[in-house]
């Protein structure tokens, strides 16, 4: 599912990070590794990808990064909750960059009412943005490539803003 336009931003992703020798870690869940993918899919990737996981149920989130309990007030599929995974990201495995993605892919929503194609996005690091997207689709593998176009784009457009 790694088409033309994602293996485009994993190489931009890459081309920065190597440049200035910067590190990134992803957590994901609807997306289910497509990120991860994309910035692997590059030539040389071990110089700056330190890790990642596929974030998609609690359990994961406990077990790959260590969250025993969100935030009071706050739940999963939310720019708090992508700002959060991505900082912890960025924490546990010591990158400069954290990048998150979590949503719903469909054919529903989720539990929380979140429509399907509903992705919440997040990148912490030098510069920290989040973002909501909404596809209006319950096309699940449409949707999964969409929420890693989404934050690869987030990504480097934040790698653009900031620097370490």
Known sequence: MINAHLTRLGEQAAAI???RKE???VSESSAGGLIAASLLA???ASAYFLGGSVTYARPAARGFLGVERLPE???SATEPYAAFMAG???ERVGATWGLAEAGAAGPTGNRYGDPAGHSCLAVAG???RVRTLRTGSGDRPANMVAFAEAALTLFVEALHAGKA
């Open 17 to 19: 990070l190597v440049a």
């Open 23 to 25: 590190t990134v870690g």
């Open 42 to 44: 590059v030539p040389g």
């Open 73 to 75: 007030g706050m739940r």
């Open 88 to 90: 912890r990201v960025r």
């Open 126 to 128: 030098p510069d920290a």
